[in-house]
């Protein structure tokens, strides 16, 4: 470019220098080369340094491809806004795109599986992060769950009625009810056979689990609060369930009667409201505030037995770190909330929170125990815990627009979720949103059924032989 500019001026230097017999100074025309010969030196050094600049700072093209990408958006859910994508999985997208010669859309994402679907879902692009996919682990399929009235444990249960469903597992499962309470209480299984899951309602003891469920069987458990809990309780058993001594407490300052007149209303040492979760974990009903041994022999006694205990309040935390704990993959713990029960806010004053805590001291010491344990677990797992969290978070987004939308339609493709550091690909069918919000005792009655027909092929099985 230097050269073509020099000759340029070469050439009006000549035609100056023709000029210069009608009159014009020589020292001028030099003068004009020399300045015109400075501009072209420094628009060429501008011009070197852009191209310098945009290839020694390749963000800016990402910059570019994000805006880009962004301003062909229009329609963004929230579902996926916090969607963790890892390189692996933009590679992944980048390879689609130059096959089809295009550039990556969110369409290529996260989408449902339907022609017809409009809905785009935007990702986020992250600093490169350790691969989390391990070396596949066998599943653990042999799983006592504790459920633990009003801790979210009813949603659990669905996750593993789902679980023991998709892997052709055999359930605990009681006669007639749905709660299971004595070893012989337990629909009978043909012999050869054995049972994988416990997950009705029932009271820990090592002897009760022991007799149902193999040697190598992982316990789970799950607390909540016990304040939150109660309250939760109280509404729920009084406005649902009509309890007859929660019909009996004035409805105003409903749950300040409960907590100021333990002597009125919870004279039993056993109520829904009153240390529910000290009952659920086995301990006995003859076991007082002073009882503080005892207390601690069998809290320590159930930090043996239990694998892990869940937190309510951390619900999404508890299950990636189940999923971890069991070796599951992310699609054996996609859930909708059931059993949910909305009520008004309710604050105690100093005296009245210690006094709840003298009448649930049960409720107390469970929580207490297990909720520094969970932190503790918690904190082990390591910066990207949370990454998988947020991921999780997301999937669950998409996965409820998917079911909330697909009852609307006779029939509607799976929803597709992509590969990603967390999960292998998976589909979400309209059977698995009915079975997620299918509620508690229609489950139970059909998975009884299903155990009565598997006993009835196993006894023809045998007698074949």
């Known amino acids: 470019m230097t050269i073509m500019i020099v000759c340029k001026f070469c050439i009006i230097f000549r035609m100056i220098g023709v000029q210069k017999k009608k009159g014009v100074p020589k020292w001028v025309a ?14 060429q050094t501008y011009s070197s340094l852009r191209i310098f600049r945009s290839i020694s700072s390749p963000h800016l093209y990402h910059e570019r491809l994000i805006r880009r990408q962004t301003n062909d958006t229009r329609n963004i859910t929230s579902a996926a806004r916090n ?11 980048l390879e689609i795109n130059s096959r089809e010669q295009e550039i990556p859309s969110e369409k290529n994402i996260f989408t449902h599986a339907s022609e017809k679907s409009t809905t785009k879902y935007s990702i986020s692009f992250d600093e490169p992060t350790s691969t989390h996919k391990k070396i596949p682990k066998q599943k653990v399929t042999h799983i006592g769950f504790l459920k633990v009235h009003k801790a979210g444990s009813t949603t659990m249960q669905n996750i593993f009625f789902r679980f023991g469903l998709k892997h052709n597992l055999t359930f605990v499962l009681p006669e007639r009810g749905h709660y299971f309470m004595t070893t012989k209480s337990a629909m009978p299984v043909t012999p050869g056979h054995h049972r994988d899951i416990l997950a009705c309602h029932s009271k820990y003891s090592r002897g009760l689990f022991g007799s149902v469920l193999p040697e190598d069987t992982v316990n789970i458990g799950i607390i909540r609060e016990p304040f939150d809990r109660m309250i939760s309780a109280a509404y729920y058993y009084r406005d649902v369930w009509r309890s007859p001594m929660l019909i009996d407490v004035p409805r105003l300052n409903f749950i300040h009667n409960l907590v100021n007149r333990p002597d009125l209303y919870e004279r039993k040492p056993f109520t829904k409201t009153k240390n529910a979760m000290g009952q659920d974990f086995g301990f006995a009903p003859t076991v007082t505030i002073n009882d503080t041994d005892i207390i601690k022999d069998h809290l320590e006694m159930l930090t043996k037995d239990f694998k892990l205990v869940l937190l309510m309040e951390k619900f999404d935390e508890s ?65 990207h815990f949370m990454e998988e ?14 079911c909330d939308i697909q009852g609307a339609r006779r029939e509607r493709k799976p929803l597709n979720i992509v590969e990603s550091d967390w999960n292998e690909p998976f589909k979400i069918t309209q059977n698995d949103c009915y079975y997620m919000q299918m509620k508690e005792l229609p489950f139970v009655d059909f998975l009884k059924r299903r155990h009565r027909e598997a006993n009835i092929l196993n006894d023809l099985e045998i007698n074949k032989y």
């Open 389 to 402: 969290v947020e991921h999780f978070k997301s999937v669950l987004e998409l996965v409820k627009d998917y």
């Open 83 to 93: 969607a963790i994508v890892t390189p692996g999985f933009i590679r992944k997208v």
């Open 319 to 383: 299950l990636i770190l189940m999923k971890r704990t069991l070796n599951w993959d992310l699609s054996d713990i996609i859930y909708f909330t059931s059993n949910s029960h909305a009520h008004q806010p309710v604050i105690l004053n100093p005296t009245e929170l210690d006094k709840f805590k003298s009448t649930c001291f049960l409720d107390y010491a469970v929580f207490e125990k297990f909720n520094k344990t969970f932190h503790e677990k918690l904190s082990a797992e390591g910066l």
């Open 30 to 43: 030099v003068l004009a080369i020399l300045a015109l010969v400075s501009v072209a030196t420094v628009l």
